[in-house]
């Protein structure tokens, strides 16, 4: 049954969409391309973008200093500007003019005459409604819901492990999380180094007394400060809750006396060994 009014779109139009948030995005569609390019906002006949955002989701960051921002992936209607994960803060689209600044940095996304801070406010609604709600996990390890977090996902107390997807998303007993690290948005970048080498794989089984035995044997009893060093570093929360601290572990001597091979075999117990200060 077709809806009246539904024959002047595209036959790919939500129709009824189109009539509640009073515009509708064009797509790659051979049938239509001439008159509606891909990739465009279209309002009352006309372009009012030259490129789309599709939601990937609403992220709640929980340090209350924090700002929540909306997570997309930019397609522009010009062929040569690859498509572009970005983060959008609510500060981002406070009025058609921040919005439009904040768009054309980001590359060859450009708002058309007749877009308007009403406009803008339909394009909220929108997302709004089309974004799922994730809370961000902000720091790795034990979490309070019940699992630990690592880069490329989470594991149970019973050794299941749930990978991330692409976006850095996972859900977890009816509620929704999103890993930042390995996130398209982070994928190639300088950033979050340390956190990337946090992650989660199934590796073959040492019992501890025999690694610990075999360190000794090679390193001396030198080795009986790195163990109580590593049963620290396991519980720094509660060593911290007691003391108010957390020591350090200082290694020194003469060249070539084991400094390095005694370091890089205590980080080796916590997987891929991060960046050392020497």
């Given amino acids: ?25 064009t797509i790659n569609d051979p049938d239509y391309n001439q008159k509606y390019p891909p990739h465009q906002y279209i309002m009352n006949n006309e372009p009012i973008t030259t490129f789309v955002l599709k939601p990937l989701g609403f992220i709640d960051d929980p340090d209350p200093l924090a700002e929540t921002y909306r997570n997309f992936l930019a397609k522009s209607t010009f062929g040569d500007q690859p498509d572009r994960y970005i983060q959008i803060t609510p500060a981002d689209y406070s009025s058609t003019r921040a919005f439009r600044v904040f768009m054309e940095n980001k590359g060859k996304y450009t708002l058309k005459e007749g877009f308007n801070d009403s406009t803008l406010r339909r394009l909220v609604n929108y997302w709004t409604e089309k974004s799922d709600y994730y809370k961000k996990i902000r720091y790795l390890g034990w979490q309070s819901e019940g699992f630990w977090a690592w880069a490329n996902g989470i594991s149970t107390p019973t050794d299941e492990f749930i990978p991330i997807d692409d976006y850095g998303y996972i859900e977890f007993k009816g509620m929704n999380y999103f890993i930042e690290p390995l996130s398209q948005y982070h994928r190639g970048k300088n950033a979050f180094d340390e956190e990337k080498k946090f992650i989660y794989t199934k590796q073959e089984d ?24 590593y049963i620290t570093a396991i519980f720094q929360d509660v060593v911290f809750g007691l003391t108010g601290s957390v020591p350090e572990l200082n290694i020194y001597g003469p060249k070539h006396t084991g400094k390095n091979k005694n370091a890089s075999l205590l980080l080796s117990l916590f997987g891929i060994p991060q960046t050392p200060v020497n």
Avoid: H, M, T
């Fill in 1 to 25: 049954n077709k809806i009246e009014g539904s024959e002047f779109f595209p036959k790919y139009v939500n129709y009824a969409e189109a009539v509640k948030y009073g515009f509708w995005e």
């Fill in 206 to 229: 040492i019992e501890l007394k025999l690694f610990w035995d075999n360190y000794r044997k090679l390193l001396g009893d030198q080795v009986l400060l790195n163990f109580c060093f």
